[in-house]
């Protein structure tokens, strides 16, 4: 054992990185086949724990776009739409099994890509993923019974767009419940972390999905607003900032287009006076700090009753000097690095406000890696209801502390917020259970526990954290007419 800040820390365990396959250029994957970008533009993707390059990646230019258009439209006129369902489904569990059998690949290129723990993309992201491609297969070829007494009918081409906190799961979120509607896809990456999605197309290559039914086109917004403003799309799906959620409301307004939209949040996390302490402290920890806070859900603003407060946050400060920040691929490391370059400023801009506001700021004092993106897990404390830090979502491992005596109060300031995401609430009553979670405005609600997700369960938000629903029933309901 070696002297440390933290007084003890392990030896380091890297997982192994030779057993992946990366080619030095990426293009298109558009109707079964790999193709050029027309103006032959690619830009690099990095790693942000070491700022080193992986591959080239295409950027598809609008002409891009409509070929992968036409290629989605004519499969689902030609192939999927006429294929039996339960055909459909054998394909889509087809691809799980093989997501399965990549599955080790997959988690180490998503970690190199995004700078997530090992740990995360090992045991979260992927299996999640996989289970969200078997979770779809099975209702493929039972959408009556889903919806009875109703016409099911598959909506046609739909364009998805997806952020960089979870790429392999936001592609498979997307993916999944189109394919078993009977849809078919164009989907686009984040420009920061397309290496997963790509990954997914040459699985869906070996799959023997027919050419067409899924399309994969990487580049950066305006490859993205290319599929939004593309006529011959039905539908259109995105999860990211709420900026471009609204500018894709606004153009889609005046077409047929359906939206689903999953934008941020600000979720609070409510610890009550006869809260399990322990249990909770690992809560917070595990509500704000996994994934870097690059998490829509995350539980960023904890509210903590009166009289147990004293008692949480040192708990917390002390819990949190443990956590172990660094290399994303070492398997003891907690909190890896920040997405981007841009990420970080912007969580860097958000922590000087914090302080210019007077708020109290806590920093655990670990090492950090001298190149890559890294910021060490922070929380603010004597922060007013009002104040930026508190109200605006920062996306990082940043998290404010209130206190509050009553419950009426706790539900008033943790509904105050444009976002309504998701929150936490902990408690040892039943009845304090429900009746918090009937009286706060979020999509989804934990109770002593935190960012826990199943396919089998709904989740999206409330006022701008978006509209629609994704996973379970209702996620297929959003792809059907
Ligand atoms: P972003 O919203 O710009 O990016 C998300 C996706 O949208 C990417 O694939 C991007 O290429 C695409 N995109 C960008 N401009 C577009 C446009 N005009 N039309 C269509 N597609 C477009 O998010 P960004 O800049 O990466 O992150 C900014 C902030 O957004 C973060 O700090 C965080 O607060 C929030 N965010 C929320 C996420 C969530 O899960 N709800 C995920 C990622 C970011
Ligand atoms: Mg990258």
């Not at 999605?197 to 899924?214: D, R």
């Not at 914090?354 to 603010?380: H, L, W």
């Not at 004597?382 to 502390?401: C, D, H, K, M, Y």
Request: charged share 20%; with cysteine.
């Amino acid at each position: 054992m070696t002297e440390s800040n933290n007084n003890w820390e392990y030896a380091p365990s890297l997982e192994g990185t030779s057993h992946i396959q990366l080619k030095e250029k990426y293009d298109l994957f558009i109707d079964g086949k790999w193709v050029k970008p027309s103006n032959n533009r690619y830009f690099d993707t990095i790693n942000p724990s070491n700022e080193e390059k992986l591959a080239e990646i295409a950027w598809a230019s609008d002409a891009d776009v409509d070929l992968a258009v036409k290629a989605a439209r004519k499969a689902y006129v030609e192939v999927w739409s006429k294929m039996k369902a339960s055909e459909r489904a054998k394909y889509i569990f087809r691809i799980a099994r093989l997501m399965q059998e990549h599955a080790r690949e997959l988690a180490v290129i998503e970690t190199l890509d995004g700078g997530k723990p090992i740990r995360e993309s090992r045991d979260i992201d992927v299996p999640l993923a996989c289970n969200h491609f078997f979770y779809y297969a099975g209702w493929a070829d039972k959408l009556q019974d889903a919806f009875p007494n109703r016409m099911i009918q598959s909506l046609g081409v739909a364009g998805q767009i997806i952020p960089w906190n979870f790429p392999l799961l936001m592609a498979a979120w997307k993916i999944a419940p189109a394919l078993a509607a009977g849809n078919t896809v164009v989907l686009k990456p984040a420009e920061t972390t397309s290496l997963t999605a790509l990954k997914l197309a040459e699985i869906i290559e070996q799959s023997g999905l027919p050419a067409g039914v899924v399309n994969i086109i990487t580049g950066h917004g305006d490859t993205g607003a290319a599929i939004v403003n593309h006529p011959d799309i039905d539908k259109i799906a995105f999860t990211g900032s709420t900026a471009v959620g609204k500018l894709i409301q606004k153009s889609v307004i005046v077409t047929a287009k359906r939206v689903s939209l999953e934008l941020g949040g600000k979720s609070a996390n409510i610890i009550l006076e006869d809260a399990p302490i322990d249990q909770a402290v690992e809560g917070i920890v595990n509500g704000i700090f996994f994934n870097q806070g690059h998490v829509c859900c995350a539980g960023s603003r904890l509210y903590v009753q009166e009289s147990i407060a004293e008692e949480v946050v040192r708990k917390l400060k002390q819990r949190m000097q443990s956590l172990y920040v660094g290399n994303p691929l070492d398997k003891n490391t907690d909190v890896g690095a920040i997405n981007s370059k841009e990420q970080l400023s912007t969580i860097e801009k958000y922590i000087n406000i914090g302080i210019n506001e007077g708020a109290d700021m806590f920093q655990v004092e670990c090492e950090i890696p001298s190149k890559g993106f890294y910021c060490r897990p922070t929380i603010f404390t004597n922060v007013a209801q009002s104040s930026v830090i508190s109200q605006e979502e920062i996306f990082g491992p940043v998290l404010t502390i209130q206190t509050f005596r009553t419950i009426d109060e706790v539900i008033q300031k943790a509904n105050n917020s444009p976002y309504g995401l998701a929150a936490g609430v902990w408690t040892d009553k039943g009845s304090r259970i429900f009746n918090l979670t009937s009286k706060l405005r979020a999509g989804v609600i934990w109770a002593n526990t935190y960012n826990k997700f199943d396919p089998a369960s709904p989740f999206g938000g409330y006022k701008e954290s978006g509209f629609g629903r994704e996973g379970g029933l209702h996620g297929l309901e959003a792809y059907l007419k």
